[in-house]
């Protein structure tokens, strides 16, 4: 479709969006996907062009049809005014901090991150002289207090990775843009179907492809959108790292796209169903997923979400350290293993008491947390419950 098509597009629902979205057949001679343009050099057809650069594509490194088809849908899903693609989601959160500081400055970052993005911070920015602060996650407009005049970005995740904290993201964007401040948002567990980045206050958000846009854990591949105020500083860091995704992966992460609202509506349901069911088990001490009733965060979920995501945590009474791993080793219908998103069911137990340092991790019994996949409830009900018989021996 063409660009004048975009208002028409506008008016269908987001599931219709995503199935046309990034993809132009007869600029192939009809074939529905967008192919897979592999390359380095591009020719130009003489030394005029050459020199004015004045083609759509130039070199590698600055995109191929098969990524910018990529890009083009996604900044139009995300409401953003442009999008980069990177190897993979820390790769993304990386790129986002390096736009938005520099030597000497001040930066916030949410105590309940994502921890690799919290050792990128601890490690490489720290080395180039940046001061990152840690923060309440529950803190909304009284970021303010925090902001100092050196302050240039201030990273937000919601919910927070394992520890499932909303955050106010209006109230701080608002404090950070009465500063000039760049708000990074990690959007990976609702993307823009649930959350939509930039009309909620982000200027570079974040979402790790990897999870539920693949949703087939068959690749790596993360997305930084921005909105027009910070799409050349972003454009700039893109180009002077050379960092792209591969074409191979932008096009399953195309395919990924055309299910994806169907697969997280699947995840929602199966999600919400299940944390439910743990709640009324005698094993259990909490179920941290926002779209319950008694999650500390559910008012602001329910006012900024359009809906939840299939991953959530659980905490237990506590429990010596063999039966619960017991438990989860007996489990048949979910992996052990890191990331998410995809068409299998995953658990991971986690520590947040290990990195934690603005705030203190309150619950005492051990965390897990799992991510639905799109198995039959019944079958996933039935693994856990023969599962919870490990617990009590
Ligand atoms: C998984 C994840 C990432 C990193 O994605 P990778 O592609 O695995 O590097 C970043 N942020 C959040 C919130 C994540 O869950």
């Known amino acids: 479709m063409s ?32 192919p897979i ?22 070199y590698g490194t600055k ?18 005014y442009d999008t980069v693609l990177v190897p993979s989601g820390l790769a993304a959160v990386d790129l986002a901090l390096l736009t938005a500081t520099r030597a000497g400055a001040h930066i916030l970052v949410t105590d309940s991150v994502y921890q690799p993005t919290r050792s990128f911070c601890d490690t490489i920015l720290k080395k180039f002289g940046v001061i990152v602060e840690y923060y309440d996650p529950l803190m909304g407009k009284s970021i303010s207090d ?3 005049a050196d302050t240039t970005a201030i990273l937000v995740e919601s919910p927070g990775s394992q520890s499932m904290e909303i955050q106010d993201v209006p109230a701080i964007s608002n404090a950070a843009h009465a500063h000039d401040i760049c708000i990074i948002l990690d959007n990976t567990w609702a993307t823009p179907l649930f959350f939509p980045p930039h009309q ?24 930084i959108s921005a909105n027009e105020k910070w799409s050349k500083r972003l454009r700039s860091t893109f180009n002077s790292f050379a960092i792209g995704a591969s074409p191979d992966d932008a096009s399953l992460a195309l395919r990924g796209l055309r299910t994806m609202a169907l697969r997280l509506r ?8 299940l944390a439910q069911w743990f709640k009324q088990q005698g094993e259990v001490a909490q179920v941290l997923h926002p779209a319950l009733s008694d999650h500390p965060g559910h008012d602001l979920w329910r006012r900024d979400f359009l809906g939840s995501s299939g991953v959530f945590s659980v905490i237990f009474n506590p429990i ?4 619960l791993d017991a438990f989860i080793d007996s489990l048949q219908l979910f992996g052990i ?30 965390a897990v947390r799992f991510s639905i996949g799109l198995e039959d409830i019944d079958d996933l009900i039935e693994d856990l419950r023969n599962g919870f018989k490990r617990l009590s021996v």
């Open 200 to 223: 909620r206050g982000a200027d570079l958000a974040i979402e790790a492809g990897t999870k539920y846009l693949s949703g087939h854990s068959d690749i790596l591949i993360g997305l």
């Open 3 to 34: 660009k004048d098509d975009k208002s028409k597009r506008q008016e269908w629902n987001i599931s219709t969006r995503i199935t046309q979205l990034g993809r132009n057949p007869f600029d192939h001679f009809g074939f529905i996907n967008t």
């Open 266 to 273: 699947a995840q929602e349901k199966a999600g919400v169903q």
């Open 146 to 148: 925090l902001i100092r």
């Open 37 to 58: 343009y592999r390359g380095s050099t591009v020719l130009f057809p003489n030394v005029e062009k050459l020199e004015s650069l004045d083609q759509p594509y130039t």
């Open 320 to 323: 010596e350290k063999k039966s």
């Open 63 to 80: 995109g191929t049809p098969t990524t910018r088809a990529l890009e083009q849908a996604w900044s139009e899903i995300s409401g953003a």
């Open 337 to 366: 293993g890191f990331s998410w998103g995809g068409f299998e069911s995953l658990v991971l137990p986690f520590d947040c008491k290990s990195y934690r340092t603005a705030t203190q991790w309150q619950c005492t019994g051990p």
